[in-house]
């Protein structure tokens, strides 16, 4: 049974930061491609930023120089840094890891509000 469980999401003013974990079954998670996406209110579920096994990064043009993904090898665990946080980052948050299918969490609430 393969699980992602993700946390840290909450809420934060406008120009804060929050760290996002997802913790992962150790069997797939050094062969995975890790993710995270968001689903605004009313849109489609949109990738943020991933990271190969090889450590390779990729980005949404919204986030860049904001958010920072990184792994941990040794916890099973990936995390998402975002900092500069603005409203328009409001969303559920989801862990994504895709090996030939994709598995993803339950998903955390972000909001950026005052």
């Known amino acids: 049974q393969v699980q992602l469980v993700e946390s840290g999401g909450g809420l934060v003013q406008p120009g804060g930061s929050l760290r996002l974990s997802c913790a992962t079954s150790?069997?797939?998670?050094?062969?995975?491609?890790m993710g995270w996406y968001r689903q605004a209110p009313g849109k489609q579920r949109e990738l943020v930023a991933s990271e190969t096994r090889g450590g390779s990064t990729n980005y949404a043009d919204s986030v860049k120089g904001r958010f920072t993904i990184s792994r941990d090898n040794a916890k099973n665990t990936v995390y998402l840094q975002m900092n500069s946080l603005k409203p328009e980052d409001t969303a559920v948050y989801y862990c994504n890891a895709r090996i030939a299918v994709n598995y993803w969490g339950q998903g955390t609430q972000v909001t950026v509000s005052s």
């Open positions: 150790g069997r797939i998670f050094s062969f995975a491609t």
